[in-house]
């Protein structure tokens, strides 16, 4: 009996060897295939960095437009505003001159006080 509980404990400290060796094994082949990984394909983490930052980059350049557009806008409303007066002046100015001068209309003749017509009965048969 002490024979097969000595073969019984090589037994068992072959098989925690052996489980300690195959878990060695796959660290470093985990660990391996990690580092290989990385060289091709970058963690997830800087992908996320790297979409939120063309994410607002473009964002930024949107705003940047629309600004250029409206500025460019109000330039254009602040020019026909500023011209507007002066053309619609010197534009009535030059049609006052150019217009002849109207003659006064005629009176007319004074009526006479005349008596408010009579009412007629209407009368028929």
Do not use: Y
């Not at 800087?46 to 460019?72: H, L, N, P, W, Y």
């Not at 806008?73 to 049609?95: D, F, L, Y």
Request: hydrophobic share 35%; proline share 5%.
């Amino acid at each position: 009996m002490d024979q097969s509980s000595d073969v019984q404990q090589r037994i068992d400290r072959l098989v925690e060897r052996a489980q300690s060796e195959v878990l060695s094994a796959s660290r470093r082949l985990a660990a391996g295939i990690t580092k290989e990984t990385e060289r091709f394909v970058p963690p997830v983490s800087q992908d996320i960095e790297r979409i939120v930052d063309e994410v607002f980059d473009f964002a930024e350049r949107v705003m940047k437009g629309q600004r250029k557009m409206v500025s460019d806008m109000v330039k254009a409303i602040n020019e026909q505003s500023h011209r507007t007066p002066t053309t619609s002046r010197t534009g009535a100015t030059r049609a006052v001159k150019k217009a002849a001068p109207r003659k006064a209309a005629p009176r007319k003749a004074a009526t006479a006080n005349k008596a408010p017509a009579r009412k007629r009965s209407a009368v028929r048969a």
